[in-house]
């Protein structure tokens, strides 16, 4: 891998997803869970979780690199339009610095919706493990 390498994963927040969220964590928070409340609120419907995306974000790191002897060494994520049920979202990651002296590797990310929308962005950093 080398600086300016951009890597791309598809993700969809299904209700598989979504539910699985709300069965692990216990996230009840009506904003996410009650349509009508999210409604009147602004919003077009129940606002998925925020910290599902870091679990795409997880998944992407440790198994769509091509480098798979990775730990997370920082993860920054700025939310910048809400997410519903059913978003397809397309994750590109590219990398802005290497570390060659302590093996880590920096990423700038963004999560953009089917509308073309930014929906979340902001940086990792990875370190290669031996």
Request: glycine share 6%; aromatic share 14%; net charge neutral.
């Amino acid at each position: 891998m080398k600086e300016g390498d951009k890597f791309t994963q598809t993700f969809l927040v299904s209700n598989k997803v979504y539910e699985g969220f709300i069965d692990l964590f216990k996230d009840q928070n009506p904003l996410h869970t009650q349509e009508q409340y999210s409604i009147v609120k602004g919003f077009e419907g129940r606002v998925i979780h925020g910290n599902i995306l870091n679990g795409f974000l997880s998944y992407f790191i440790g198994e769509c690199l091509p480098q798979k002897n990775v730990i997370i060494h920082t993860q920054e994520i700025e939310f910048k339009k809400p997410v519903y049920l059913n978003d397809d979202l397309v994750l590109t990651a590219e990398i802005t610095r290497i570390f060659e002296s302590v093996k880590a590797i920096e990423f700038k990310y963004k999560f953009i919706n089917s509308a073309s929308n930014v929906v979340a962005k902001g940086n990792f950093q990875i370190g290669i493990l031996k």
